[in-house]
């Protein structure tokens, strides 16, 4: 059976959308396109999860954010986030699409470091954007989200570090989201030779949340030398239907990809997380927690491919399920013929806190090759009654051991954020996801 | 102020059905160090879990009480709260959690909002602790037991018991992976604890962990209860001669409980 998607935009509406924004010719045409793509294309088919009642149609098309630019106009949450006017140093913050807050530090821009929105990076460096957008990491053409995506394009940030640029102070960004609106974010980042970089972003949603759609796509292009660390909390809310794929193309000899990745939407879920491993002796780390609360439904995949040799992959996923949520990890290391030395490894836990919640978690490993090491282990069950004792001879009561013990299973993702305040803000959520 | 006491009486406890204590009575005050010893399979680690409440560990009859109080009326986390403390033989590792965050939860948990131990007052003391126990700075900071090597994970317990200051202590085998020195180490924090506000029960096999900290009483246990009780010579005697000579005084072939 085909679904197919019906949009709240028409291909003229869309036009006029795209030279409001003064947008390059060739990306208006790309929307066009896919706009058509979108519609004809079948939905993503997330293994033993089904998508096809989900909302991916109903929500509004019309950014009514106004756009400000000062930090008192920011909300609290933002501002949470942010940790303090004094603490920015490199800043962008978007509401419902709308940029209202860039800051970067004047020695990046002056070193060639680009961080800017979408909007403002396809009017500024269209063929910088156009060599990467949607073009080895994500094809347009993969399924309708994807073509929806290229088509309907509302919100993102673009960062470029060049050659040889160090860049030491976390990159932010925080996607707000309020009311009905159809978020369709895009970050696209790219790290040139000996570069590095760290990203942190999060998503949330503010004031009243209708039902709405969020449809993020996320690119990654690592070169030679380059290390990157992307850290994400994605926290929509339960009324909130998400797709969002972060890839990363690390193509680079010795390059580094490290994700962190706090998936923790209260609403249905989508989310893939793919690393390709090109470049000889190149790394990629995914690290993802998630809290399942509710009714909702998602589908966690993250996908490790090596395609270079000495490559090292490593997958670590962890779970807390609780009331009547359901959830499925799949987590897949591939060796393709050719990788010899490869290591792929990775471990998936699910804790389930509730008889009615549903965890599965699947670890997969195709191997191509036979000069690999990979390994892989997974477990669901209930918090560990020894565990508990020892915590609790200790004084703790049950509540606070179990406490204990979940914050330290979601820890994993927490430590590896790298700004303060987005990790308090992280432990915030997981307190009122469990309690 | 009175002093602290543990006093049991008649105990029964089975693990899946299967007896292994089968009337064990103590009475330990505060200020008196208690050695049960015996052979392996004699239930002595039994005890110990099962005063703590160990959930696989069933009391099937008799009682126990903590300062006056049912102990088995209480929770696991009400017993330590009332200040009973078992230093295990095999203590969990918790991914996540850092030995500092633990302990000072550990150490809060039985304080009001308005009085819990401040970060600069931990520190302090669990510098303190730590260069008794000659440990490592790192190890605060490390995941709780994760990792750890045996010694290490004894040492973790008495090192949480030096800053818990519990008011009777269990120790279950607490010497057993240790080597002279580490065992010196962790004997020297215990006898810190040594005041009449402080009782202690130390189960072990061997007597060389007595000879650094000198037992008021020392209990022989075998089939599931105490057979012979005496004062520190009985240990030096367990030390020349073994156990043998207690099962031919009291006629019994097999020591162990609970075998198949």
Redesign the interface.
């Known amino acids: 059976m085909t679904t197919e998607l019906t949009f709240p935009v028409n291909e003229q509406q869309l036009q006029s959308f795209s030279k409001d924004r003064q947008e390059p010719q060739w990306f208006t045409d790309q929307r066009l396109a896919a706009l058509d793509k979108a519609g004809k294309l079948e939905l993503p088919k997330p293994d033993k999860t089904k998508i096809t009642k989900w909302n991916f149609s109903s929500y509004s098309y019309d950014a009514n954010a106004e756009a400000s630019s000062s930090y008192a106009e920011l909300s609290d949450a933002v501002r949470t986030l942010v940790g303090g006017e004094s603490k920015i140093e490199n800043l962008l913050t978007q509401k419902n699409g709308r940029t209202n807050y860039t800051a970067v530090q004047e020695e990046l821009t002056n070193q060639g470091v680009i961080f800017t929105d979408m909007q403002t990076a396809l009017q500024e460096h269209g063929d910088l954007v156009q060599k990467y957008f949607m073009q080895d990491a994500v094809s347009v053409d993969e399924h309708s989200l994807t073509a929806a995506h290229a088509a309907l394009l509302n919100g993102g940030v673009f960062i470029y570090v060049p050659q040889n640029v160090e860049v030491k102070a976390p990159l932010q960004a925080i996607f707000a989201h309020e009311g009905s609106f159809g978020l369709y974010n895009h970050v696209l980042i790219v790290a040139e030779a000996n570069s590095s970089l760290t990203y942190i972003e999060n998503y949330l949603s503010e004031g009243s949340s209708n039902e709405a759609v969020a449809n993020v796509i996320a690119e990654v292009y690592v070169a030679d030398g380059a290390k990157v660390n992307y850290g994400a909390v994605d926290n929509f809310a339960d009324s909130v239907t998400t797709y969002v794929n972060r890839r990363g193309q690390v193509n680079g000899t010795d390059a580094e990809l490290y994700w962190a990745l706090g998936l923790m939407n209260d609403g249905n879920t989508v989310s893939e997380n793919t690393t390709y491993l090109h470049g000889r002796g190149s790394r990629g780390d995914t690290k993802s927690v998630t809290i399942g609360r509710g009714t909702q439904t998602s589908n966690f995949t993250t996908n490790m491919i090596h395609f270079g040799k000495d490559t090292d992959g490593q997958i670590l996923k962890h779970g807390v399920m609780k009331e009547q949520a359901t959830s499925i990890f799949n987590g897949i290391s591939k060796i393709e013929h050719g990788a010899t030395k490869a290591n792929g490894e990775q471990t998936e836990r699910v804790l389930m806190l509730s008889e009615k919640a549903r965890g599965d978690a699947n670890p997969i490993l195709l191997i191509e090759e036979d000069d690999v090491t990979a390994g892989h282990a997974a477990s669901v069950g209930k918090i560990?009654?020894?565990?508990?004792?020892?915590?609790?001879?200790?004084?703790?009561?049950?509540k606070?051991?179990e406490r204990?013990?979940i914050?330290?299973?979601?820890?994993?993702v927490v430590?590896a954020l790298a700004i303060d305040s987005v990790k308090e803000q992280m432990y915030d959520v997981i307190e009122r996801k469990v309690y | 102020m009175t002093k602290p006491s543990l006093s049991v009486k008649d105990l029964h406890v089975s693990i899946e059905d299967k007896e292994i204590l089968k009337g064990f009575g103590i009475d330990v005050k505060g200020g008196e160090i208690h050695a049960i010893m015996g052979p392996n399979g004699t239930g002595k680690s039994t005890l110990a879990s099962a005063l703590?409440?160990?959930?696989n560990y069933e009391v099937t009859s008799g009682e126990a009480t903590f300062n006056g109080e049912d102990l088995f009326e209480m929770?696991?986390?009400e017993?330590?709260?009332a200040g009973l403390?078992?230093a295990?033989q095999y203590?969990?590792e918790?991914?996540?959690?850092t030995n500092a965050?633990?302990?000072r939860?550990?150490m809060n948990?039985?304080r009001d909002e308005d009085d819990q131990v401040s970060l600069m007052q931990f520190i302090r003391k669990i510098d303190d602790k730590m260069s008794t126990l000659e440990i490592d700075q790192s190890f605060q900071h490390r995941?709780?037991n994760e990792g750890f090597s045996g010694g290490e994970k004894k040492r973790n317990e008495i090192l949480?018991l030096l800053m818990?200051e519990p008011k009777i202590a269990i120790l279950d085998e607490i010497d057993s992976g240790l080597d002279i020195d580490a065992l010196k180490v962790v004997a020297k924090g215990i006898n810190e604890m040594r005041s009449d506000d402080f009782g202690c029960m130390i189960i072990t096999h061997y007597q060389r962990l007595l000879n650094y900290i000198e037992p008021d009483f020392v209990h022989v246990m075998m089939q599931g209860k105490i057979v012979k009780s005496g004062g520190p010579e009985l240990a030096k005697k367990l030390e020349e001669k073994g156990y043998e000579w207690i099962k031919e005084e009291l006629g019994i072939e097999d020591e162990r409980v609970g075998q198949e």
Do not use: C, N, T, W
């Open positions: 560990d009654p020894l565990q508990m004792f020892y915590l609790m001879s200790r004084g703790l009561s049950r606070e051991a204990l013990i914050h330290g299973f979601l820890e994993p430590g | 703590m409440g160990h959930p929770e696991v986390d017993r330590a709260r403390f078992l295990m203590p969990s918790v991914s996540g959690v965050d633990f302990i939860s550990a948990a039985d995941y709780l949480q818990l």
